[in-house]
């Protein structure tokens, strides 16, 4: 029986109640659904709307229902949807009291009310793991603070920089990430129980209290809008979709740079796959899955833009869509961002292979120009030369490091001994005291940053 069944002759058709239903997917908000009606069916009794004994057996019944759901004794199966799973079954052991427990609320307040609850946990728990994630990069960043490996810009060789600012430069994008979420948590946190179907209830109800009860920061502030919210869907997934566009790309700083060609990285061995067919390769598979598994989750923030925005006034059928979409992106997320967390606390860096490529291929000739510059040289005429000193390297199988005083002197009169210190890799890097720049002052002032901001996210 439909909880709506009294108006109609004959019941659903089978294909419209398989179309229709949302029980397979929404039975994950069991708990959420429960723990709202626990506090609205407090409220009703506090305000006298329903009577303490009513509240008793529904508290009674309620709890027996999420205990049995949790020990596996009772399967969610057989109803439309979760709220009427839970309200069916609640009837079915205590009677008129469990009917009384939807009295001044509907389907539409308790849906929403449900998916903030369970949108909030969510958001905490990734917030949760980005800060590991964070964590383990400061780790990396500490150990490998003197150290130094190329910079890259268009995939080539750029400046040498410091080893703990690349890591830090990640733990900056998911710091952005971890803060989003705790501001989009300012929006999730707001409690639409008590809109009623749409233009709220005429029963002396308290939404103060119900609020109070379920934890919520704020209370909805119009019935009409706050039924057809869907906002907070949407940013819990922009929060997502940025979450996997950063680890989308260490994934690829990841797969790049553990190849053969760059040797910066050793994959352990529990996070790598075979070949069924080449016994010699070693392959990233878990770094390309994440990358991959990237398109779903945009695919999700796409999907409910497109189905908010045509939906009228107050409380359609369309936001049912709003929820598969979510569950996988919420846990696309979660998994992805445990597991590389895991996999890269077994990473091992081959330092020596980053500290001899960053000295590669003319890294401290921008050094050198400015060298010219802070004589006295004006920049675009040192670059000039620079240039030319490049071409003679090339030309005669040398590199910046290896040319002797008098090569350089012959270049421009400016060069002195010091020249031969300015183009060391490690001075290069060393150099760039900027706030943010690749100095090891600069790292170190980075990871204290990374550090306090850390302190300033939700538990
Ligand atoms: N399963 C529905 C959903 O997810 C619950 C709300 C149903 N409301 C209604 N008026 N049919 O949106």
Redesign the pocket.
């Known amino acids: 029986m439909k909880l709506w069944q009294g108006r109609f002759d004959s019941p659903i058709a089978a294909d419209a109640d398989a179309f229709n239903e949302?029980l397979s997917f929404?039975k994950k908000l069991y708990k959420a659904d429960i723990t709202a009606s626990l506090a609205h069916s407090e409220m009703l009794s506090r305000c006298g709307v329903i009577s303490q004994e009513d509240k008793t057996l529904i508290h009674g019944g309620l709890k027996e229902i999420l205990s049995e759901i949790e020990s596996g004794a009772l399967v969610i199966e057989g109803q439309?949807?979760?709220?009427s799973f839970v309200e069916n079954e609640l009837v079915k052991r205590i009677g008129d009291a469990g009917k009384r427990l939807h009295t001044a609320r509907?389907?539409?307040d308790?849906?929403a009310t449900d998916?903030r609850l369970y949108t909030r946990e969510s958001a905490k728990e990734i917030i949760k793991l980005l800060k590991n994630l964070i964590r383990t990069l400061i780790t990396i960043a500490e150990k490998n603070v003197s150290h130094i490996m190329p910079g890259y810009t268009h995939l080539r060789k750029a400046q040498p920089i410091n080893c703990a600012q690349y890591f830090n430069a990640y733990s900056e994008m998911f710091m952005r990430d971890a803060e989003r979420f705790a501001d989009a948590l300012k929006r999730i946190d707001v409690m639409p129980l008590g809109s009623g179907?749409l233009a709220g209830t005429s029963y002396p109800i308290n939404r103060e209290i119900t609020r109070e009860l379920l934890g919520f920061k704020n209370m909805s502030q119009n019935s009409l809008d706050a039924v057809s919210d869907r906002d907070f869907v949407a940013e819990y997934l922009f929060a997502c979709s940025l979450v996997m566009a950063h680890l989308s790309r260490l994934c690829e700083d990841t797969i790049l740079y553990s190849t053969s060609e760059f040797g910066f990285i050793e994959m352990p061995d529990a996070y790598s796959t075979g070949s069924s067919i080449m016994p010699q390769k070693k392959n990233p598979d878990i770094c390309e899955l994440v990358r991959g598994k990237t398109g779903r989750v945009y695919g999700h923030l796409t999907a409910i833009l497109t189905t908010i925005k045509g939906v009228p006034l107050a409380?359609n059928?369309d936001?049912?869509e709003?929820?598969e979409g979510l569950f996988d992106a919420e846990k696309t997320v979660k998994d992805s961002l445990a597991v590389y967390t895991a996999m890269l606390q077994a990473i091992t860096l081959n330092v020596k292979r980053m500290e001899k490529a960053a000295a590669e291929d003319f890294t401290c000739a921008t050094d050198v120009a400015d060298y010219l510059a802070v004589r006295g040289v004006p920049f675009r005429t040192a670059h000039g030369v620079v240039g030319k000193i490049v071409r003679y390297c090339l030309e005669k199988g040398k590199t910046l490091e290896s040319m002797s005083l008098e090569e350089y002197k012959a270049h421009s009169p400016v060069f002195d001994a010091d020249i031969l210190k300015t183009v060391k890799a490690k001075n290069s890097a060393d150099s760039r005291n900027s706030v943010g720049g690749s100095s090891k002052k600069s790292a170190r002032a980075g990871i204290r940053s990374l550090k306090a901001r850390l302190a300033k996210l939700p538990e």
């Open positions: 949302s929404d439309e949807d979760i709220h509907s389907r539409n308790q849906v998916f179907a409380y059928k936001f049912q709003d929820k």
